[in-house]
């Protein structure tokens, strides 16, 4: 069993930044992919951005390109979400999951583990 825990969430102005962290509670031994969803009120959850813990390959959702940059942190165990130049449209929850799997995946159906969700609320 892992368990994830996201920190960092805030309240922010526009155009400011935050670094979203998520530990595992154990190390990940085997193939990972960690991925970062987020839900705006009344949204449904969607895909934000993904990467493989042990290569370090990343995906990102069309709309964060540029401004979000998913990293990982194999010796902490932590996998992070750097947002820049935020914007009133990322307010949501964010949460942090894991996957058992090779493959970088935006589906979070293939997601085996969630953490508990982190507030990011961007005033205009």
């Known amino acids: 069993q892992v368990q994830l825990v996201e920190s960092g969430g805030g309240l922010v102005q526009a155009g400011g930044s935050l670094r979203l962290s998520c530990t595992a509670s154990?190390?990940?031994?085997?193939?990972?992919?960690m991925g970062w969803f987020r839900q705006a009120p009344g949204k449904g959850r969607e895909f934000v951005a993904a990467?493989?813990?042990?290569?370090?390959?990343?995906d990102y959702e069309d709309s964060v390109k540029g401004r979000f940059t998913i990293s990982r942190d194999n010796a902490k165990n932590t996998v992070y979400l750097q947002i820049n130049n935020l914007k009133p449209e990322d307010t949501a929850v964010y949460y942090c999951?894991?996957?058992?799997?090779?493959?970088?995946?935006?589906?979070?159906?293939?997601?085996?583990?969630w953490g508990q969700g982190t507030q990011v609320t961007v005033s205009s």
């Open positions: 990467t493989n813990w042990n290569d370090g390959r990343t």
């Open positions: 154990s190390f990940l031994f085997g193939s990972w992919v």
């Open positions: 999951a894991a996957a058992f799997k090779r493959s970088l995946s935006r589906n979070m159906r293939e997601y085996d583990y």
